[in-house]
């Protein structure tokens, strides 16, 4: 009898943990009650800019019913050239897509050795020193990033042309354990001090942000974020890192005047191996993940970038229409642990992406280029967006809606962030669709039509996921 019981306990103990780690790889909390019932989608653009001394940050409103039905949040840097973006952490995991400009950066992960070291001396002043640190990792226009919730990191513009990096942050995202807002929590610097002197009193007076002003609605995804080491006293800060009180005051950074975006007046001196060749750089990736058997990659070594502009490893592709390439976990196996996924699209001129859901995951669509028209529908059947989207402007499609494109004149470029590492989708016109999938007879009754308009609902459109314009019938296919 004891020990039917004890057999008893187990397995209910077993089932709960199998629960909790069920729900744990679930990795994102479930949005508020109604958030999601939306009725109206519009085309966002950034409501709020940040000033750095060498760039800005712009902000897409967080408080948006959007953003709040996907629990994400979006912003956009610009850095110039010889900027810097200073150290800092976030409490939420970021994908972040070069859409313009190069340089590297550095994600400090926590006991992760430091693999980048000088054999030789560095001059620095009238002094000299060895240096060693973490891992550099180079990027690229076309690249996207990505960076674990709570790892400190930085960002380096050392091209001819401003970066322009558009980041998702996903709030929700279990690793996330403060709010439905991300926090940025910064090392250096005095961010709340130069916003004030880089935009003026006017501006603030008129609602420009601060780093750390509360939203009309109490909370801020800005809210707290300054350099963390000014809250620190001073006696402590240099018994921890054994220096002198001077350079203890240093790290609080009580007059630098020059926000979150600096100057490096003669360039950053880091040790880096030389950058590869966008081609040599892409043999090496994307090959998937074949029989890992979970130790071939540790956070340590994992890789953190990963580019989708190139049109030869596209995924989806007609040249009529244009092309699609996918960054998921299988190319990317980091993003297992974020949970996020992304897709880079090109749409030639008045191309149509067949109308689709995703099945397990919201769609943020920013467009980088052109324009396009979308219509998005809801479970009611609703139109709730039905407009045009320019360069620029950002939409979330929240997951199961249905949702269909087409570029305009000029054609249409886009980058799409995911909240599901392998976000799937479900066509309803074309080869592999729904439609397609279905008998001629459901068809026929389903709709109340002929046997022949079935045949011809289901087969007429032969291309996969990218139509060329005004297409019949035609014998044409796409490989996909």
């Known amino acids: 009898?004891?020990?039917?019981?004890?057999?008893?306990?187990?397995?209910?103990?077993?089932?709960?943990?199998?629960?909790?780690?069920?729900?744990?790889?679930?990795?994102?909390?479930?949005?508020?009650?109604?958030?999601?019932?939306?009725?109206?989608?519009?085309?966002?653009?950034?409501?709020?800019?940040?000033?750095?001394?060498?760039?800005?940050?712009?902000?897409?409103?967080?408080?948006?019913?959007?953003?709040?039905?996907?629990?994400?949040e979006v912003i956009r840097h610009h850095i110039q050239p010889q900027g810097l973006l200073l150290p800092s952490y976030v409490n939420t995991p970021l994908m972040v897509y070069i859409l313009q400009g190069r340089g590297y950066q550095g994600t400090m992960l926590p006991g992760c050795p430091e693999t980048f070291q000088s054999s030789q001396q560095l001059q620095e002043g009238s002094g000299s020193f060895q240096d060693r640190h973490q891992k550099i990792r180079h990027f690229q226009q076309g690249d996207v990033v990505v960076i674990p919730a709570g790892a400190a990191h930085w960002m380096y513009n050392d091209g001819?042309?401003?970066?322009i990096a558009v980041a998702l942050l996903d709030s929700t995202n279990y690793a996330n354990q403060l709010d439905q807002f991300h926090r940025r929590f910064f090392l250096a610097g005095n961010p709340q001090q130069g916003q004030q002197q880089q935009q003026g009193r006017q501006q603030q007076q008129q609602g420009g942000r601060s780093w750390g002003r509360r939203s009309q609605k109490g909370q801020s995804p800005e809210e707290g974020s300054g350099n963390i080491f000014r809250g620190f006293d001073l006696d402590m800060l240099a018994e921890v890192f054994n220096v002198d009180q001077e350079t203890a005051q240093r790290l609080q950074s009580p007059d630098d005047n020059r926000g979150h975006i600096v100057t490096v007046e003669r360039g950053l001196q880091v040790i880096r191996p030389p950058m590869r060749s966008e081609q040599q750089e892409q043999g090496g990736r994307g090959r998937g993940r074949g029989s890992a058997?979970?130790?071939?990659?540790?956070?340590?070594?994992?890789?953190?970038?990963?580019?989708i502009d190139d049109p030869s490893r596209a995924d989806f592709y007609n040249p009529q229409a244009g092309w699609c390439n996918t960054l998921n976990s299988h190319k990317l196996p980091i993003l297992q642990m974020?949970?996020?996924?992304?897709?880079?699209?090109?749409?030639?001129?008045?191309?149509?992406?067949?109308?689709?859901?995703?099945?397990?995951?919201?769609?943020?669509?920013?467009?980088?280029?052109?324009?396009?028209?979308?219509?998005?529908?809801?479970?009611?059947?609703?139109?709730?967006?039905?407009?045009?989207?320019?360069?620029?402007?950002?939409?979330?499609?929240?997951q199961n809606f249905a949702v269909v494109k087409q570029a305009g004149e000029q054609g249409c470029q886009w980058i799409a962030f995911r909240t599901n590492d392998n976000a799937m989708i479900n066509t309803l016109a074309g080869y592999t669709s729904a439609i397609r999938a279905m008998p001629v007879d459901v068809l026929a009754n389903a709709y109340q039509m002929s046997p022949e308009q079935a045949w011809g609902l289901k087969f007429n459109r032969q291309e996969t996921v990218m139509f060329s314009p005004r297409s019949r019938s035609s014998g044409r296919s796409v490989a996909a």
Request: proline share 3%; net charge negative.
């Open 1 to 72: 009898m004891a020990n039917l019981t004890f057999l008893s306990l187990s397995l209910s103990v077993l089932l709960l943990l199998n629960g909790c780690l069920a729900n744990f790889r679930t990795s994102r909390q479930q949005p508020q009650q109604d958030q999601c019932q939306i009725q109206r989608i519009n085309a966002l653009e950034p409501n709020e800019r940040v000033q750095g001394e060498a760039g800005w940050t712009d902000f897409f409103d967080a408080n948006d019913q959007q953003f709040q039905c996907a629990g994400v």
């Open 160 to 163: 001819q042309e401003e970066i």
């Open 293 to 307: 058997n979970g130790f071939e990659e540790t956070i340590c070594s994992a890789k953190m970038t990963h580019n």
């Open 338 to 398: 974020l949970q996020l996924n992304a897709e880079r699209g090109v749409l030639h001129r008045n191309a149509i992406v067949s109308p689709h859901w995703l099945m397990n995951a919201h769609n943020i669509i920013y467009v980088t280029n052109g324009n396009m028209r979308m219509q998005i529908v809801n479970h009611e059947g609703q139109a709730v967006f039905n407009d045009q989207i320019q360069e620029g402007q950002l939409v979330v499609v929240p």
